[in-house]
């Protein structure tokens, strides 16, 4: 069965300072891989995915995570953190012939002034 | 381009009520997805719906809950009987219905629920 485990729960940097916020998957299959941020009070806003084709995904607001199957990791990084920032950030597989995504606990990203 | 829409944002319920949950997709959407996010938890997945078919309600709990999603008009997801623990953030979402893994699911907004 499909999982992910994101390794922090809270995530605390200073603006400006690079951001990793870290991902591992399991599944079985080839799978899809997504990073989803939540604001606080507000829905989930899709920050990049991973489709088999390029390792290297380049997403919204600076975002880029990368696909590396030998480590079964989908890290979530951005060179400089931004206030705007700060928010909770999923990282959600789904693998071929399955209808759900299955989310990570999540991790709260604090970006310090 | 409306996202996808769901009403109300809150809703304040008594043990025992009945709670109604909708989601609009977005246009030109014929999927929607039902996720409930507990507090301090990720989200898990409830139940994907086409018009009027349920695909798959894997995630939906036995008894109290169900979901439709009608030829016209929105998906409802209806709590019958509700309790304390029901008392979450369920958030929709939807995609275009190719049945690709690597599809987008584009969320709502949420609709938090509390039961006093």
């Known amino acids: 069965a499909q999982s992910v485990t994101q390794l922090d729960s809270h995530v605390s940097v200073s603006e400006g300072t690079p951001v990793l916020l870290r991902c591992n998957y399991s599944?079985?299959?080839?799978?899809?891989l997504f990073w989803y941020v939540q604001h606080p009070n507000k829905g989930l806003q899709l920050l990049l995915k991973?489709?088999?084709?390029?390792?290297l995904v380049k997403g919204i607001n600076g975002f880029e995570a990368e696909f590396k199957k030998s480590e079964t990791s989908f890290h979530l990084t951005k060179p400089s953190a931004h206030m705007s920032d700060a928010a909770e950030y999923f990282c959600v597989v789904r693998i071929y012939n399955n209808n759900d995504m299955r989310f990570g606990a999540g991790t709260r990203l604090t970006v310090k002034p | 381009n409306a996202g996808v829409m769901q009403n109300p944002r809150h809703l304040v319920r008594r043990r025992g009520q009945e709670a109604r949950l909708r989601c609009s997709p977005m246009k030109g959407h014929s999927h929607v997805y039902w996720y409930r996010q507990l507090p301090e938890e990720g989200l898990k997945f409830m139940v994907y719906l086409q018009k009027e078919n349920i695909i798959d309600e894997s995630g939906m709990p036995k008894e109290r809950f169900s979901a439709e999603f009608p030829k016209e008009g929105p998906s409802i997801l209806r709590i019958q009987q509700v309790v304390r623990g029901d008392s979450a953030a369920y958030f929709c979402?939807?995609?275009?219905?190719?049945?690709?893994?690597?599809?987008?699911?584009?969320f709502g907004p949420g609709t938090r629920l509390l039961v006093l």
């Open positions: 599944s079985s299959y080839s799978p899809s």
């Open positions: 991973y489709t088999s084709a390029a390792t």
């Open positions: 979402a939807s995609s275009r219905g190719q049945g690709l893994s690597t599809e987008t699911q584009y």
